[in-house]
């Protein structure tokens, strides 16, 4: 155990926050105070929009009941750092005291971009990234008939999904010709566009929002895009992404850029002050690789890498390969590695999709050294760790393809679609037939234990 005379305060209980605590707690006998102003207690934000759908109730996107945290000795705070002097070490808060502190880790997450959307105060405009967000949407959208959700991301589909498991008419503004398109390759992108299609969600493309129209009660009655076209609605997501959440620190002597920047030990531009998840911007990041890490599992990671530093053992975050999932409406996406929306001749890729249903895979790969770069997947899920294996160990196309069989959880996928996949890949890929046909199952099931047995 180290540092017991230390005092660390962390601003913000989302997952890095939360999981930060719980780490150190582990390695560290030292006092640990977590502060956030949403909730008293840490929840699971992915997990917001299924207490809307009624899927959950709250108390059960609540991980750690509130003994926990009193058995952990964490000492909770709920309230809202308004500001931090960071000579004399201190917190000044919105309504308890002055906290002190002997090192500081800001955990402050994300907030909606496109506020200025809600400065007019329309009722029926609102973003949903926060509890308070979920809490408004379920009053603004109950006896309502038709909303437009502005932006094409994921927490635009995420919104129109939740409206529609109320049977509330839905009318997307994208920018682009497909949904995700400035994320995806042209043909998961057509995938994705006709399936929300499916589902009642009308899409307006190349579309964005110019103006809102409100009732003399100053409620929402229409919107306005910017080709002219007018939508009446009675409510207006906001989904045009999130920022760093660090306005309080602007004025401050931190060095902030989109985010607080980082090393990649966490540490800021002041000294025993850190960063990490949502909030953080790493300064050097190596070409290619995200300056901002904003998804859920990176700020667990970020959390798990800086409990070691602060208990004494200085450890550097080592980003393992890509990888993220989510959900357009009921088809699961995950990506690995990374897999431009459009690429240049030198790369090249094996798609297959599935003739009737929302499935398909995409092996993205160097041409020259058929080295593996990423992959696509929809409406199918591999194993991550042995996909994790492929890219630590730099597999080509050619090492992939015969193990793809340990890659799927799901043993009707190799009955029904790996034949059609390996045949596609044999017309690309002659010389690798004879090869491929002949690798032995039971020896990969054997190297390959792990991927069996877990
Ligand atoms: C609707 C939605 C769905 C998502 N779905 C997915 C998904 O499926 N997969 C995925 O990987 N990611 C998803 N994400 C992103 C993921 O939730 C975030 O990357 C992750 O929650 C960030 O965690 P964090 O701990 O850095 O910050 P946050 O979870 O944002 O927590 C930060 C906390 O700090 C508090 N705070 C900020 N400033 C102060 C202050 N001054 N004083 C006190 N408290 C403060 C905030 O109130 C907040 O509670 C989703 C995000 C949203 C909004």
């Not at 962390?10 to 780490?23: F, M, Q, R, V």
């Not at 750690?64 to 945290?69: C, G, H, L, P």
């Not at 899409?203 to 409620?219: G, M, P, S, V, Y």
Request: proline share 4%; glycine share 6%; charged share 20%.
């Amino acid at each position: 155990m180290f540092l017991p005379d230390q005092h660390i305060v962390i601003i913000g209980n989302g997952i890095a926050g939360a999981t930060l605590a719980i780490n150190l707690r582990k390695q560290s006998n030292c006092s640990i105070t977590l502060i956030s102003a949403e909730s008293a207690t840490h929840f699971s934000r992915p997990a917001l929009m299924y207490v809307y759908m009624g899927h959950m109730r709250y108390q059960d996107i609540v991980p750690y009941a509130d003994w926990f945290w009193q058995a952990q000795s964490i000492n909770l705070l709920h309230d809202k750092v308004e500001q931090i002097d960071f000579s004399k070490k201190q917190l000044v808060l919105q309504q308890r005291t002055p906290v002190r502190y002997d090192k500081l880790v800001l955990a402050t997450g994300s907030g909606l971009a496109g506020t200025h959307w809600l400065k007019a105060n329309i009722k029926g405009v609102q973003g949903f990234v926060t509890l308070q967000d979920l809490e408004l949407m379920q009053q603004q959208t109950q006896h309502i008939k038709h909303a437009v959700i502005v932006g094409g991301g994921l927490i635009g589909i995420e919104m129109a999904e939740m409206l529609r498991s109320k049977k509330i008419a839905v009318t997307m503004l994208v920018r682009d010709r497909l949904f995700w398109r400035s994320n995806l390759p042209e043909q998961e992108a057509d995938l994705i566009t006709r399936h929300i299609q499916e589902h009642g969600i009308e899409i307006r493309f190349e579309e964005e929002l110019a103006e809102i129209i409100a009732d003399k009660n100053r409620q929402v009655q229409r919107i306005k895009t910017v080709a002219g076209q007018e939508i009446p609605c009675e409510f207006v997501g906001i989904a045009t992404g999130v920022k760093p959440a660090v306005d309080f620190l602007r004025s401050s002597e931190l060095e902030l850029d989109r985010g607080i920047l980082v090393n990649d030990y966490f540490e800021t531009s002041l000294p025993g002050v850190y960063a990490i998840g949502d909030c953080a911007q790493f300064s050097n990041p190596k070409p290619g690789i995200p300056a901002l890490e904003q998804l859920w599992y990176t700020g667990r990671a970020h959390a798990e890498t800086l409990a070691f530093t602060l208990a004494g053992t200085r450890k550097k975050y080592e980003r393992g390969p890509w990888f993220n999932s989510a959900k357009f409406l009921d088809i699961e996406y995950q990506t690995y590695g990374f897999v431009p929306n459009n690429w240049p001749d030198a790369y090249d890729s094996l798609y297959w999709q599935h003739p009737t249903q929302p499935k398909a895979i995409r092996l993205f790969y160097e041409k020259e050294t058929a080295l593996l770069k990423g992959i696509n997947l929809l409406g199918i899920r591999y194993r991550h760790d042995l996909c994790q294996h492929w890219f630590t160990q730099n597999y080509t196309l050619h090492q992939v393809m015969p193990e793809l069989k340990a890659a799927n959880f799901d043993p009707e996928f190799f009955k029904k679609y790996e034949p059609e996949l390996l045949s596609l890949y044999f017309s690309q890929f002659p010389d690798q037939k004879e090869k491929t046909e002949k690798y032995n199952w039971w020896q990969l099931r054997k190297r390959l234990k792990w991927a069996f047995t877990t």
